[in-house]
């Protein structure tokens, strides 16, 4: 994730290269002006400069609050039915006793 730029940092104005590589940043419009003019006067190259301001906030998610009254929820489930057994199973009271030593 990109680092953020924080918001009294807009508007600036970036400087790109002749291939469209960033060159630098700039804070103020006659600061690109002026870079742009130096590397044509000394280096016969052509930059050009564009201004950035700040990313638009992202709209507000919608949710829709109204509940159910009645019934379960959407996708709610129970507790699973209790295991069927075979007739000649034995249904267990209680766990038989454990032959481990306790502490």
Known sequence: MPNRIPDHMYPFYR???EKGQ?????SHEEYA?????LHE????????YRRIDAPKPLPPHIVDVTAEHQGELPGQQGLPQVK?????EPVLEELPES???GF
């Open 41 to 48: 006067e000394h280096q016969n190259e052509t930059y050009t």
């Open 84 to 88: 069927k057994r075979l007739p000649f």
């Open 22 to 26: 960033q060159y630098c940043d700039c």
């Open 99 to 101: 032959n481990l030593q």
């Open 33 to 37: 002006i002026r870079t742009l003019e």
């Open 15 to 17: 400087v790109f290269d």
